[in-house]
């Protein structure tokens, strides 16, 4: 059972309508749940420990609760698809998708999810990709509210990666990087604090940096 301290920490990041369904996952499927810092190649992920037999989730903690919800679920999935299958399978198999569009259905999606989320979201389920960011409508929807699941206001000079040209500047969470070429669907950037070059998704909302802000 779940405690009720670890349930309250859960509603931070949760739409309040997916908590019970969650709580309920997390004892059921024996998951030890890690929310994490922002990790730039990924939302969440899966690993099972045979040594103690543990399955572990991590979920980035900076994610709205609609798309911190998504990833929970898809990597329950990916534990459900190793309890029945072991590692046979590929990591998005056939079997995967099966199982995450389920436990997803399973849920009050009408609901938990917005009428901007909802369409796409359903839409993302009748054929599930390795990650919601491939579905352009259903990523920007998901993009478009905070981390307390609040819509984004956008301002003249917030504006999504593929939008800026190389050698833009801009901010993302607060440090400062240069628009660099794109990697098949990535674009590389380069931090102007320690020179170090990351990998952005075209809709990942950053603030420019105009010339007379330089």
Avoid at 61 to 69: C, E, K
């Amino acid at each position: 059972m779940i405690r009720e301290a670890h349930i309250k920490t859960l509603s931070k990041y949760l739409p309040a309508k997916s908590l019970q369904a969650v709580c309920d996952m997390i004892p059921r499927y024996g998951i030890h749940l890690e929310v994490t810092r922002t990790r730039a190649s990924r939302h969440g992920d899966f690993r099972y420990d045979p040594t103690c037999g543990k399955y572990h989730i991590t979920v980035n903690g900076s994610l709205s609760p609609y798309a911190f919800l998504l990833t929970f679920i898809h990597e329950v999935a990916h534990l459900v698809v190793h309890k029945e299958k072991g590692y046979v399978e590929k990591p998005h198999s056939q079997a995967w998708k099966d199982t995450f569009r389920c436990l997803m259905m399973s849920l009050p999606l009408e609901d938990i999810y917005p009428d901007d989320i909802l369409p796409h979201l359903l839409d993302y389920l009748k054929n599930p990709l390795a990650t919601a960011d491939r579905h352009n409508a259903l990523s920007r929807a998901l993009g478009s509210y905070d981390s307390y699941g609040k819509k984004i206001e956008m301002t003249d000079d917030i504006s999504h990666i593929e939008n800026l040209v190389a050698g833009d500047e801009f901010i993302f969470r607060e440090k400062r990087y240069t628009l660099g070429t794109k990697r098949r669907r990535l674009y590389l950037c380069t931090s102007v604090g320690n020179g170090r070059q990351y990998l952005f998704s075209p809709l990942a909302q950053v603030k420019k940096i105009k010339h007379d802000d330089k």
